[in-house]
C-alpha cells in the first residue's frame, strides 16, 4: 500500500480527463494580454472565467499603485503582522474598508480563504453553535471544521430550515452564528438576505455573510448584497476577497463588534502565516477606491451580466435562477461539461467547469464569469460560440432563436 | 425502545432509497461511500432529508464519523434520547 493510493480512483478520473487532451483543471495560459483576453496554445481567447469582476487588473492606476509601493518597501514582508510587524498599508487598507463599510473595525487575511478560515473558526467556541448554508463555499466549511463549535448545515436558501434549526437549539447554551454568501459561486444565486435577518433577529443570532462575489457587484455604493437588501444593519460580520472585483489577492473582516481587535492575537490564519507583500496592498487600496469613484463599472458589469444571461437563456441553455455576473450553464453530464468546455476553448473562448461535490445536488456546470471590462461585443461573440458548441453537441435545440 | 429503532430504520432506508437513483439492497452493514457510491455532499444531502422527517440536526462532526447504514442508527438513536 502505497502513501497516495487512496486517491486512486480520483486520480483515475483525472487521468481520463488528461486523456482527452483538454482538461479543464490543468489549463496554462501562454500569456495574458488584457482583463479579458489570454493566449492558449498559440491561439488568442476570450476570457469568460476570471471573476475579474470590475476588469481592474490592468488599470493603469493599480498597476503603478503596485509598482510604486514595490520600488518603495520591497516584494515582500516576509513575516506576520503579529511576530514581524504591520506596514502602514496594512493599517491603511484596513481602515479604508471600515469606512467604505461604514464600521468601526477592518482586518485584513492573506486570502479569502484564510479571512473564512481565521473568522469562522474563531467567532464560535467550544459551547456555541455555527450554522452554515448547505451550499457554502469550501473555505467556509474549512473554517468551521478548524474551530471548536458544533456545526450544523441548513438547506441552501431557505429560511424556513434556518429558522427550524434555530428552534431546535432553542434553549441549548451558547451563542448562535449563522454563516451565508452573498452571491454564490456556483450558480450566482443571491441570498434572501432579508429574511435570513429577520430569523436572525427572532433566535438573536449573529449574521456572518462572506461578499467575495458581490462586493463591487452589488448594492448602490457597490457594499454587497447586505447593502442591497437593506439589511447593513443586522449583519454583524462581512468578510469578502480582493481577489475578485478587488483584481488583485487577500481577504478581510469588517465588524462593529465590541472587542473586534482581540482577535488579532487569537486566530491562528492571520497569526502564523506572512501579510500581504506592499505592492498588493497598494494596488488593492487603489483598486478599492476606483470601486468607489467609478459606479459606472458596476453598471457596465451588470449589462454584461445580463446580456450574456439573457442571451444564453434565449438559447435555451438551462441557467442559474437570477441573472448575476457569474452564469453557470447546467451540463447533463460531467462528460458533456467537458466536452462542451473544450469546444468552446478550441473555438476561442475559456470558461469554467465545475463539478461535484464542489457543486450543489450533483450539478455538472459549465461556468462563466463576466467583467465589466468585456465589451458588449465580446459578450455577443460568447454566446455566438455558446450557440454553435450548443446546436453541435445537441445541447439547445436547432430551432432556438439565433443569438444577438 | 425496538419500536423506536424500527422506525428509525424505516425512515433511513426509505430516505435512502428515494434518494439513490438504483435500487440497493440497504442493511445496518450497508457501507454508504464504497456500497452506495455517494460522495460526501450526497451524504449530507441524504442526512439533511433524514434531519427534516425526525425534526433533529446532526451536527457535521458526527456525519463525518458515520460510515455504515448502522453507524447512522446509532447517531440518530443517540440524538433523539438526547433531544
Ligand atoms: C464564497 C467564497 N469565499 C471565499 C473565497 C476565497 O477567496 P480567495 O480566492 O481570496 O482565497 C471564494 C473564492 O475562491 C469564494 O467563492
Same mark, same amino acid.
Given at each position: 500500500m502505497a502513501l497516495?493510493?487512496?486517491?486512486?480512483?480520483? !486520480?483515475?478520473?483525472?487521468?481520463? /480527463?488528461?486523456a482527452q487532451g483538454a482538461n479543464p483543471f490543468n489549463v496554462t495560459f501562454e500569456a495574458m494580454i488584457s482583463a479579458t483576453e489570454g493566449r492558449y496554445r498559440g491561439k488568442p481567447v476570450l476570457l469568460l472565467g476570471t471573476n475579474n469582476y470590475l476588469g481592474l487588473t490592468y488599470d493603469p492606476e493599480v498597476v503603478e499603485a503596485a509598482l510604486a509601493a514595490t520600488r518603495a518597501e520591497g516584494t515582500g514582508t516576509t513575516g506576520s503582522r503579529i511576530a514581524n510587524g504591520s506596514y502602514g498599508g496594512h493599517k491603511g487598507l484596513e481602515t479604508e474598508l471600515a469606512a467604505f463599510y461604514g464600521r468601526k473595525h477592518g482586518m485584513v487575511f492573506t486570502t479569502g480563504y484564510q479571512a473564512n478560515l481565521g473568522m469562522l473558526s474563531v467567532l464560535a467556541g467550544k459551547d456555541d453553535h455555527?450554522?452554515?448554508?448547505?451550499? +457554502?463555499?469550501? +473555505?467556509?466549511?474549512?473554517?468551521?471544521?478548524?474551530?471548536?463549535?458544533? /456545526?450544523?448545515?441548513?438547506?441552501?436558501? +431557505?429560511?424556513?430550515?434556518?429558522?427550524?434549526?434555530?428552534r431546535r437549539l432553542d434553549g441549548t447554551p451558547g451563542e448562535k452564528v449563522i454563516v451565508v454568501e452573498g452571491i454564490y459561486s456556483m450558480l450566482g444565486?443571491?441570498?434572501?438576505?432579508?429574511?435570513?435577518?429577520?430569523?436572525?433577529?427572532?433566535?438573536?443570532?449573529?449574521?456572518? @455573510?462572506?461578499?467575495?462575489?458581490?462586493?463591487?457587484?452589488? !448594492?448602490?455604493?457597490?457594499?454587497?448584497?447586505?447593502?442591497?437588501?437593506? @439589511?447593513?444593519?443586522?449583519v454583524d460580520f462581512i468578510v469578502g476577497t480582493f481577489s475578485k472585483s478587488l483584481a488583485g489577492v487577500g481577504g478581510f473582516c469588517v465588524s462593529d463588534i465590541e472587542g473586534f481587535d482581540v482577535l488579532r492575537v487569537a486566530t491562528r490564519p492571520y497569526m502564523f502565516t506572512?501579510?500581504?507583500?506592499?505592492? @498588493?496592498?497598494?494596488?488593492?487600496?487603489?483598486?478599492?477606491?476606483?470601486?468607489?469613484?467609478?459606479?459606472?463599472?458596476?453598471?457596465?458589469?451588470?449589462?454584461?451580466?445580463?446580456?450574456?444571461?439573457?442571451g444564453l437563456a434565449r438559447l435555451g441553455f438551462a441557467l442559474g435562477p437570477e441573472p448575476n455576473p457569474v452564469v453557470s450553464a447546467i451540463m447533463p453530464s460531467p462528460e458533456v461539461a467537458f466536452a462542451f468546455w473544450a469546444r468552446l476553448l478550441e473555438a476561442g473562448l475559456y470558461t469554467n467547469v465545475s463539478l461535484p461535490p464542489a457543486t450543489p445536488k450533483g450539478l455538472a456546470l459549465l461556468r462563466s464569469s463576466v467583467s465589466a471590462a468585456h465589451g458588449a461585443a465580446q459578450i455577443d461573440q460568447a454566446i455566438g460560440m455558446f450557440e454553435a458548441v450548443g446546436r453541435e453537441m445537441g445541447i439547445i435545440g436547432a430551432d432556438a432563436p439565433i443569438a444577438g | 425502545m425496538s419500536d423506536n429503532d424500527a422506525e428509525l430504520k424505516t425512515v433511513i432506508f426509505e430516505t435512502l432509497r428515494a434518494a439513490l437513483t438504483k435500487p440497493a439492497e440497504l442493511s445496518e452493514a450497508t457501507h454508504i461511500v464504497d456500497d452506495l457510491g455517494l460522495d460526501s455532499v450526497a451524504v449530507m444531502d441524504f442526512v439533511m432529508e433524514i434531519?427534516?422527517?425526525?425534526?433533529?440536526?446532526?451536527? *457535521?462532526?458526527?456525519?463525518?464519523?458515520?460510515?455504515? =447504514?448502522?453507524? *447512522? =442508527?446509532?447517531? =440518530?438513536?443517540?440524538?433523539?434520547?438526547?433531544?
Open positions: 497516495l493510493d487512496k486517491y486512486a480512483a480520483l !486520480g483515475a478520473q483525472y487521468a481520463q /480527463v488528461e455555527l450554522i452554515l448554508d448547505a451550499d +457554502s463555499h469550501a +473555505s467556509i466549511y474549512d473554517g468551521a471544521k478548524l474551530g471548536t463549535a458544533q /456545526v450544523t448545515r441548513f438547506r441552501h436558501n +431557505s429560511p424556513e430550515d434556518l429558522d427550524a434549526r434555530l444565486d443571491t441570498a434572501p438576505l432579508k429574511e435570513f435577518a429577520e430569523v436572525k433577529r427572532k433566535w438573536g443570532a449573529y449574521l456572518v @455573510v462572506d461578499e467575495a462575489h458581490s462586493l463591487g457587484v452589488l !448594492g448602490a455604493t457597490g457594499r454587497g448584497l447586505a447593502e442591497a437588501a437593506g @439589511v447593513e444593519g443586522d506572512a501579510s500581504l507583500p506592499p505592492g @498588493v496592498i497598494a494596488a488593492t487600496r487603489a483598486a478599492l477606491a476606483a470601486l468607489r469613484a467609478r459606479p459606472e463599472l458596476r453598471a457596465r458589469l451588470n449589462e454584461n451580466a445580463v446580456r450574456l444571461y439573457n | 434531519e427534516d422527517r425526525l425534526d433533529l440536526s446532526v451536527p *457535521l462532526d458526527k456525519i463525518a464519523e458515520i460510515q455504515t =447504514l448502522g453507524d *447512522l =442508527l446509532t447517531v =440518530l438513536r443517540g440524538l433523539k434520547a438526547g433531544a
